[in-house]
């Protein structure tokens, strides 16, 4: 585990880092204040921190009152060390946002001991770190395929849209359905079918853009919401998708299976909220299956060139 070393003192620093060594510590060394200071801003900066009461640029309880401020999903460990003995003294540097404090001459038995306190301390905020993000992805993601769930993407959604009409940008969505996955499920088996759901979000996210998100949003039937896209057939993205899917032979328990997708699509220019939005993509979709699957259906996207004798904007029915 890292930890900080900062002191002014050469031949203290260099004990110090030593015996750091020895117990297993892979020390880092700061000459004063301010290199502590840039050290612990560092994306991988040490979780353990021994900071000198008196140095030069910046003190200990200063260094200590700047990492605190800092925003830090995982807050470092912080011990002062100092010749400082005074009651008031302990007081200042424990409100400037130390986690503990160590009188000079130190004891190394008791230097030992605070360090292990301070690692499990650590080694326990991870762990609890660890399971708040699982959880909270278990909450947001589906388990079978990865993708977000439905409450999540239609969040997600909702807050596209908020920015869409902040910044008077553009959005579309597309509502894919995976053709004929009743009869995989019937020939094959529901197995064979959760595997044919995971090979589709894998191409699915393999092959939408990184800021792209892809929402399971029931059974075979899965939502993507792509901002800053027009949702017009000259992006080619969702006719790129569609393609894709088809190309793709999924490696299941049975065999390698290809299916192919219908995706109904709908872009922002839809009067009314997300309900409107989704709706004209559910249409849009219904027609794709009317129209014999495997292709792409667009509803209500203003930008798409009309027909010279149809001047109406283009809506499913």
């Not at 000459?31 to 040490?46: F, L, N, R, S, Y």
């Not at 302990?90 to 605070?114: F, M």
């Not at 390698?256 to 709706?279: K, P």
């Amino acid at each position: 585990m890292k930890i900080l070393v900062a002191e002014d003192d050469v031949t203290s620093r260099t004990i110090l880092t030593a015996i750091l060594k020895k117990w297993g510590f892979e020390p880092v060394s700061a000459v004063d204040g301010g290199e502590a200071w840039q050290i612990m801003q560092a994306h991988d900066a040490p979780i353990l921190a021994v900071l000198d009461w008196d140095m030069p640029v910046m003190s200990g309880p200063e260094v200590c009152r700047r990492i605190r401020r800092a925003e830090q999903s995982l807050p470092p460990y912080l011990i002062i060390l100092t010749a400082k003995g005074e009651k008031t003294d302990i007081v200042a540097g424990l409100n400037s946002g130390a986690n503990d404090y160590i009188s000079k001459p130190y004891d190394n038995e008791e230097l030992q001991a605070r360090l292990h306190v301070g690692k499990r301390m650590v080694e326990l905020q991870t762990e609890l770190l660890e399971t708040r993000d699982a959880l909270a992805h278990e909450a947001t993601h589906d388990a079978l395929t990865g993708a977000l769930n439905r409450r999540a993407i239609l969040d997600r959604l909702e807050m596209e849209l908020k920015r869409v009409r902040r910044k008077k940008s553009r959005l579309s969505i597309g509502m894919c359905d995976i053709d004929f996955f009743k009869k995989v499920n019937d020939t094959y088996g529901h197995q064979v079918g959760d595997d044919v759901l995971c090979g589709f979000v894998n191409v699915v996210e393999d092959n939408v853009r990184g800021y792209d998100l892809v929402g399971r949003y029931g059974g075979e039937e899965f939502l993507i919401v792509a901002p800053d896209s027009n949702g017009s057939p000259e992006e080619g993205l969702y006719e790129r998708l569609c393609a894709r899917v088809a190309d793709f032979k999924t490696p299941t328990r049975s065999a390698a299976l290809a299916v192919t997708v219908s995706i109904g699509v709908a872009g922002s220019n839809v009067s009314g909220d997300d309900e409107c939005l989704l709706a004209a993509a559910d249409a849009a979709l219904y027609r794709a299956k009317e129209l014999g699957r495997n292709q792409v259906v667009y509803a209500g996207v203003s930008d798409l060139p009309a027909k010279p004798d149809d001047n109406r904007p283009m809506t499913a029915v």
